[in-house]
C-alpha cells in the first residue's frame, strides 16, 4: 500500500491514462477525487470504486473551476497529497500555414493553462503543510521536435518548462513538481490521434503493437499510471523537476526489428567493447 492514506486529486480522470491512475491509485491505498467535463463517464468511473473515488465536474481551462475542484478535495477530506495534471486533447492539427487561431489557443488553454491552472491551486493548499507531489502529462512531444502537432509540441514544451521551473520555487516547501512524458498509448485520445477515432482501440493497439519498439509491446495506459504512482509516493522522494520518458525506448531511436537498425555496432561487439 505505497498511497495509504493519501488523498490525490487527478485530471482527465474519466479516460485513459487518467482513469487507469485513479485505480491503480486506489489499489495502493488513496482516496481520488477525478474531475472532467465527462460527466456521465466520470460518475460511472468514481462509482466503480465505491467510496474510494468522487467525481467533481470541471474544466480545466476555467479558473473557477479548478479553485472548485481543489476546494471540493479539501472540503471532502481536509488535505490533497498528490496532483495530477492530466486532462487533455489531440488538438489543432495540419501544416503551420493551415492552422486556425481558435484551434491552437484551444490546445493550449487545455494542456498548458490547465497545467498551469491545476498546479497553482494545489500549491496553495501544499505549502501551508510543507509537502505535496505533483505530476503533470508532458509527452514525447514535448521533448522532442517532429512527434506530434504543432500546438500540442507547444503545450507539452510547454509543461516541460513549467514543471521544472515550478519544482525550483517549490522544493523549499517539500513540494516535488514532476511530469511524464509517455509515448504512444493505447487510450482514446491516440485512437483519434492515429485512426481519427476514438473508439477504435482494438485498431489502434495493432498498429502501436506493429511500430512498437518492445517487440509486438504497444503503450498502455497502466504503463503510465504505474509511472505516476512511482512520482505520488515516498519511493520518489529525492526526483523533482524531472520528466520520465515512458515511451518503450523510441525517443532513444529504439526499433524492434534488426539490431543494427537502433543499436551502434560497436557496441554488439562480443565482450561489450566499444573501441570507442
Ligand atoms: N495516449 C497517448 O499516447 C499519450 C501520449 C503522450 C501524452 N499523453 C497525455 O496524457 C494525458 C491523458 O491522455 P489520454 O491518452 O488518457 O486521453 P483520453 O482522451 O483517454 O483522456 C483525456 C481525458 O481528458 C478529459 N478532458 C479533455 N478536455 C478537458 C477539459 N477541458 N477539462 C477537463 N477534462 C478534459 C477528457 O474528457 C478525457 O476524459 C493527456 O494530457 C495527453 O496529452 C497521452
Given at each position: 500500500m505505497r498511497l495509504e492514506g493519501k488523498v490525490a486529486v487527478i485530471t482527465g480522470?474519466?479516460?485513459?491514462i487518467g482513469a487507469s491512475t485513479v485505480g491503480r491509485f486506489i489499489e495502493e491505498g488513496a482516496s481520488v477525487v477525478l474531475g472532467d467535463i465527462q460527466s456521465k463517464l466520470g460518475t460511472e468511473i468514481a462509482n466503480s470504486h465505491g467510496k474510494s473515488a468522487l467525481f467533481h465536474k470541471c474544466d480545466v481551462t476555467n479558473d473557477r473551476d479548478m479553485s472548485r475542484l481543489i476546494d471540493f478535495a479539501i472540503d471532502t477530506h481536509g488535505k490533497i497529497d498528490i496532483m495530477m495534471n492530466n486532462a487533455g486533447i489531440v488538438g489543432a492539427r495540419g501544416p503551420i500555414s493551415k492552422i486556425p487561431l481558435e484551434e491552437f489557443e484551444t490546445t493550449i488553454q487545455i494542456h498548458l493553462i490547465g497545467t498551469f491552472l491545476g498546479t497553482k491551486y494545489a500549491a496553495e493548499v501544499m505549502m501551508p503543510v510543507q509537502s505535496g507531489s505533483i505530476i503533470n502529462l508532458a509527452s514525447t512531444a514535448g521533448v522532442n521536435?517532429?512527434?506530434?502537432p504543432h500546438a500540442y509540441a507547444a503545450a507539452k514544451h510547454g509543461i516541460v518548462g513549467l514543471t521544472k521551473n515550478v519544482a525550483a520555487e517549490l522544493c523549499r516547501y517539500g513540494i516535488r513538481v514532476n511530469c511524464i512524458a509517455p509515448g504512444s498509448t493505447v487510450t482514446p485520445l491516440v485512437a483519434k490521434a492515429h485512426l481519427d477515432d476514438h473508439e477504435a482501440l482494438s485498431e489502434v493497439t495493432e498498429k502501436l503493437a506493429e511500430n512498437?519498439?518492445?517487440?509486438g509491446r504497444p503503450g498502455q495506459a497502466i504503463d503510465i499510471a504505474n509511472a505516476a504512482l512511482y512520482l505520488a509516493s515516498e519511493e520518489s522522494g529525492n526526483t523533482n523537476g524531472h520528466c520520465l520518458v515512458v515511451d518503450g525506448g523510441a525517443t532513444t531511436g529504439s526499433k524492434a526489428g534488426d539490431p543494427p537498425y537502433s543499436t551502434?555496432?560497436?557496441?554488439?561487439?562480443e565482450g561489450g567493447k566499444s573501441g570507442m
Open positions: 480522470g474519466a479516460s485513459g521536435g517532429g512527434w506530434g512498437s519498439p518492445i517487440l551502434p555496432q560497436p557496441f554488439l561487439r
